[in-house]
């Protein structure tokens, strides 16, 4: 990589910045934009607010003082600029730098639905309660954001984002007695009712709660597909397909506003999920036209897809490779039949059902929906399917060089602030490597982030300047002390001080 190229990439990501750069406001929010953007790319290990506002004090000249960390944390929690315009401006560049490179597939763009989880200790963090974190693959305390995620052979993007609220943030909960009375029957007791002013102040305590996060009173409960749904409602981006797992797969509504939106979709679902294998009009019973199947008739047109995986020939597999892996190509074997969706234990819209199972004397399986039309390819299916792994790259690559998974913020705003960012920073160095693969075809996303530390600056220290930071970390620490010695004595008056 000759020196010409770096500057050349760093003279671009002034160049992008400026088309986002208005969204944010007045100069001071612009400036801290760039930096806190900068910091995400740039700094090594954990990438906290107070690094990079010190950073970006040093590069400027300018001294390290506690007001330049208040103003970098002001920025991500108080600052006015919309989250949602930065987002729509990624996914126009999303159209106009990325969907272009679709050609070179046969599926188009394609818009993946996943959540990531995000440990945190404590319980005052915006959305934080004890619920499964995908990243660690167990029930832990965590936030848990709903993502799109734009696909394209050129490259992904993060197109949009939303922080799951758990039931907890908003239902008044019965009060778990310390031992349940059990009945005559042996079953535990439900809880006592809460009495009209227990209730009322559950309510209070609950919408303290959330202005204490800066929650807006316009936020209500909603689950992770409803979230998903209105996601794809508000992207702009004509996205061809969208894929998700079975957590959206199997989940009726979701799957019926995607077809309200004649959104072609290939979704995973469980094994158990239940589909007519026979045309409708074969499946009513032997009186009047519409008359509801009898059990009979249900049992016999209306099969598992596990079982329906069991049952199909030889013949009715073939091998697909999806990609090229580090270890060599990811193939598996996929078969595929026309079915109809059980809705409500009628027969619903005609699906593909599309079953993958990887290669060796001990498979696994997974399983497929889609409401594509009879024509479409199996290969086109299961490229759509494929498309998945590329998410979890997405979120990796994030979390590890991004600083994706690094705020310490606890508020509603600064959250969904810190992803829009993130996604900025993510679309940067997704644009530098499409640029480069030109001349460096093997270049990862990774590399490209290196590409880019190389042609920015970075802090150096003199004898004088690390004096000077280490004036700071003393006065702040003094600074911290004192305020949390003074909230104690406050909490415990009856202590002389």
């Known amino acids: 990589m000759t020196t010409e190229e770096l500057l050349a990439a760093a003279r671009n990501l002034v ?82 730098r990325l969907v272009p490179s679709t050609s070179q597939w ?31 693959g167990k029930v832990e305390n965590c936030q848990v954001g709903v993502f799109l995620v734009g696909v394209t052979p050129a490259g992904s993007a993060l197109l949009d984002h939303q922080l799951y609220l758990p039931q907890e943030w908003f239902e008044v909960e019965r009060p778990q007695p310390k031992r349940a009375p059990k009945s005559k029957t042996n079953r535990p007791q439900p809880p006592p009712k809460l009495t009209p002013e227990q209730r009322l102040a559950r309510e209070q305590q609950l919408q303290a709660r959330r202005s204490k996060a800066r929650i807006p009173t316009t936020v209500k409960f909603a689950t992770k597909p409803q979230l998903a749904a209105t996601l794809i409602a508000r992207c702009t981006v004509p996205l061809n397909w969208i894929t998700a797992d079975d957590l959206y797969g199997r989940n009726q509504a979701f799957l019926e506003a995607l077809e309200g939106r004649k959104q072609r979709y290939v979704v995973e679902v469980p094994g158990f999920t239940r589909v007519w294998i026979e045309a409708p009009e074969r499946c009513q019973g032997p009186g009047a036209a519409g008359r509801r199947p009898s059990k009979s008739i249900e049992h016999e047109f209306i099969q598992r897809l596990d079982d329906l995986a069991k049952s199909l020939p030889p013949e009715a597999w073939k091998i697909l490779t999806l990609r090229e892996g580090s270890k060599g190509p990811l193939a598996f074997k996929f078969a595929r039949i026309r079915v109809w969706a059980v809705r409500d234990r009628k027969a619903g819209p005609p699906i593909w059902a599309m079953i993958q199972q990887s290669l060796g004397p ?3 399986t997974r399983y497929w929906v889609s409401n594509a039309s009879e024509e479409t390819r199996l290969e086109a299916l299961a490229e759509v399917a494929g498309c998945r792994w590329r998410v979890e790259e997405t979120f990796q690559d994030a979390k590890t060089h991004l ?31 499409q640029e480069q693969r030109e001349s460096e075809p093997t270049l990862t996303l990774d590399m490209a982030i290196l590409m880019l530390e190389a042609s920015l600056p970075r802090p150096t220290l003199n004898e004088e300047e690390a004096a000077e930071l280490i004036k700071y970390h003393v006065e702040r620490n003094k600074a911290a002390h004192q305020s949390h010695r003074k909230t104690w004595l406050e909490n415990h008056p009856e202590v002389p001080s």
Not at 46 to 66: I, N, T
Not at 111 to 120: A, L, P, R, Y
Not at 406 to 433: C, G, I, N
Request: aromatic share 8%; proline share 3%; hydrophobic share 40%.
């Open 403 to 433: 600083g994706m998974a690094d705020y310490e913020a606890r508020a509603w705003t600064s959250w969904h602030h810190h992803m829009s960012l993130v996604a900025l920073a993510h679309l940067y160095v997704t644009l530098t490597r």
């Open 362 to 364: 001990k498979p696994t």
């Open 106 to 136: 046969s599926v188009g763009s394609v818009g993946v639905i996943d959540e990531s989880g995000f440990v945190k200790h404590g319980e005052h963090s915006v959305g934080v309660a004890r619920q499964h974190c995908g990243r660690m």
């Open 15 to 96: 160049h992008l910045h400026g088309r986002f750069a208005p969204l944010f406001g007045r100069a001071e929010p612009r400036n801290h934009s760039r930096i806190y953007i900068c910091g995400l790319i740039q700094n090594r290990g954990r990438k906290s607010v107070e690094r990079m506002a010190l950073d970006g004090a040093h590069l400027a000249g300018e001294p390290k003082s506690q007001a330049k960390v208040l103003a970098m944390q002001g920025f991500l929690t108080d600052s006015p600029w919309s989250q949602s315009e930065v987002q729509r401006e990624i996914q126009a560049v999303f159209v106009e």
